[in-house]
């Protein structure tokens, strides 16, 4: 049963429900040890820190930030603001220095809570440079202060400034006093096309979300919610408030290079993550396949096309498997399958939903084939995460992002793009009513800049309007179709697809350096640098050929003709992605304009 109380009660109402019932698993900075708290103790640290807020002046609707990678301390800080009606404006904890500057000055906020020694030395190097600055409050108890700061405040410090009772009523008026028209969040995005903007979400748009999602997403109280993506990601914030309030438990991942090694410790049952980490996965397994003894790899090749037949070939099309196939089926997980989800930590899955990017078909046939519910979906920071998702149970076609969820007026205009209209569509863009004039249609539907068409009820996506790239020879290209296509090969790590006023496509290709040494090694080619590796005519004519491989049903035009390897990462100090990890294409082609130039040269 779900409680969908307007969320500045929401945590203490789920106190009252559920007591001293475990609510968060987590880790305190720099530990391995996880420890938890109830539902009672997160009640209580929210009220804290709502006190601690007051004591400091905070006013209705200030601006609060938060810069900090996941934590519990970050969850009581979203809901300790909310219960005084401030908005929290959430950092990545990737942003830099210019960024995070930015956003304190658009916002005018004067508290910022922050993580680590990372997130803390930029904001002291920013503070000076933010007018309205007056607080740093730190998470971390290891972080070291500069001898030069008297603003900053460690939380456990911040939290006796609201430890005596004198401010209940004043908390309890201000709780009293909270409307859903009252702004929540004001989330930045990550600017793949420009400067960041700062969406406005409501308290009414996260009911209204709730409500729809809590509908369509069974998420419950015997959930173990891992918590991988970042809370400044709508997607994971949405998510998140979505298993709180259905009851389930928290376990919150702090450090994302981790999260595998999490999983396998704190046995989740569900899990939000962006298609790469599924590719990841895949990948994984793929290379487990390849390096088995000849038996097990066609034991493991056979499971899966089991696997395939009786969760694809039947039950995503709501039909009932015949019954020598379910027999095979349960054959096949009880025993390959389910030692596949005991090495990721998964023995008791339940959904997982899936979104941020284009999944790729093979990556969402494998998913289901191993016996766990990918979800996939699609949403914006603007929809308040969810504008469609696959329903548990429904008929699902592979290639769709689902159904729209209940409330949503889905619309797709005559040049193909979508349009929403809803009680979670953003009312607009924090201090920019030029952008938000433009983002909206004279009749008040969202432009997405997603192109898309239904089909019997499904959404399905073809590409990112503003993405879209125009060859030379006037044919339009999709690239995040070609990346996602392509990405699912062991051998290649990240991909940035080439076209725009190109005579073809063209790719340039971070590999996989590790599985590409043991190439090298494994067929007598010298090395001693990645350079060596990118640059060998073997190595670039072996990565060609799986490339060939994948892109046998693409369009002749939309194949990768020629490759550049790269000797490393696309990255997000150089400007080249997103704090989301999406390619800023813009920046990756200037960057990288002598090597694209040169696979256009006539050989």
């Known amino acids: ?179 859903f028209g009252d702004v929540a969040n004001i989330l930045y995005t990550s600017g793949t096309t420009g400067d960041s903007k700062g969406v406005v979400l409501t308290h009414g748009q996260y009911h209204a979300a709730l409500e729809a999602n809590g509908r369509c997403v069974p998420v419950g109280e015997d959930d173990r919610v891992m918590n991988f993506l970042p809370y400044a990601h709508i997607f994971e914030k949405g998510w998140t408030l979505l298993s709180l309030s259905k009851g389930a438990r928290l376990i919150i991942n702090t450090y994302p290079l981790e999260v595998q090694e999490s999983m396998r410790q704190t046995h989740p049952t569900s899990m939000s993550a962006v298609p790469r980490f599924w590719e990841k996965v895949y990948a994984g397994v793929q290379e487990e396949i390849d390096r088995a003894n000849p038996v097990k790899r066609k034991l493991f090749r056979q499971a899966l096309a089991v696997g395939r037949r009786h969760n694809i070939d039947y039950l995503s099309r709501g039909l009932r498997p015949p019954l020598k196939l379910r027999m095979e089926y349960e054959m096949m997980n009880n025993t390959v399958f389910s030692l596949v989800r005991r090495e990721l930590g998964l023995e008791r899955p339940n959904i997982f939903p899936t979104a941020g990017a284009t999944v790729s078909e093979f990556v969402e046939e494998f998913v289901h084939s191993i016996g766990l519910n990918m979800i996939v979906g699609y949403g914006l920071t603007e929809s308040l995460a969810t504008v469609s998702c696959d329903r548990l149970g429904e008929p699902f076609t592979i290639g769709s992002v689902g159904r729209p969820i209940d409330g949503l007026d889905v619309r797709v205009s005559d040049g193909g793009e979508i349009l929403l209209k809803g009680p979670t569509i953003t009312r607009g863009y924090y201090n920019r009513p030029d952008l938000t004039a433009e983002a909206f249609t004279a009749d008040g539907y969202f432009r997405t800049g997603d192109a898309g068409y239904m089909k019997d009820g499904e959404l399905f996506l073809t590409e990112r309007i503003k993405d879209l790239y125009k060859t030379s020879n006037g044919k339009y290209i999709a690239p995040q179709a070609i990346e996602s296509r392509l990405l699912v090969d062991k051998f290649i790590d990240q991909i940035a697809v080439i076209a725009d006023e190109r005579k073809f496509v063209s790719a340039l290709i971070i590999p996989e350096y590790r599985l590409v040494e043991e190439f090298a090694r494994a067929n007598g080619i010298p090395f001693k640098t990645r350079e060596d590796l990118c640059a060998d005519a073997r190595v670039r004519r072996m990565m060609m050929e799986r490339i060939n491989t994948l892109q046998q049903q693409l369009a002749h035009y939309e194949q990768v003709k020629r490759i550049t390897l790269l000797p490393h990462h696309f990255s997000m100090e150089r400007g080249e992605l997103t704090n989301t990890l999406k390619l800023k294409r813009r920046v990756i082609n200037e960057n990288y304009k002598a090597e694209i130039d040169l696979m256009y040269e006539e050989s």
């Not at 909310?82 to 830099?96: C, D, L, Q």
């Open 1 to 179: 049963m779900q409680t969908n109380s307007h969320l500045s009660v929401l945590m203490h109402d789920l106190a009252e429900r559920y007591g001293d019932r475990e609510a968060l698993i987590f880790r305190k900075f720099g530990s391995k040890k996880w420890e938890s708290r109830s539902w009672r103790q997160v009640s209580d640290e929210v009220r804290a820190v709502s006190r601690a807020l007051l004591e400091l002046g905070v006013g209705v609707q200030e601006n609060v930030g938060v810069f900090s990678q996941n934590c519990e301390q970050y969850v009581c800080c979203d809901f300790g603001a909310w219960g005084i009606r401030a908005v929290t404006i959430p950092f990545y904890a990737t942003s830099s220095e210019q960024q995070i500057q930015f956003m304190i000055n658009d916002t005018k906020m004067r508290v910022l809570f922050v993580g680590e020694q990372e997130q803390y030395d930029k904001a002291h190097r920013v503070f000076a440079l933010c007018p309205t600055m007056e607080r740093i409050v730190i998470f971390d108890r290891t972080v070291r202060i500069s001898t030069h700061d008297p603003y900053a405040v460690y939380f456990d410090d911040f939290l006796r400034m609201g430890a005596g009772g004198e401010r209940d009523a004043e908390l309890r008026e201000r709780a009293g006093g909270a409307t």
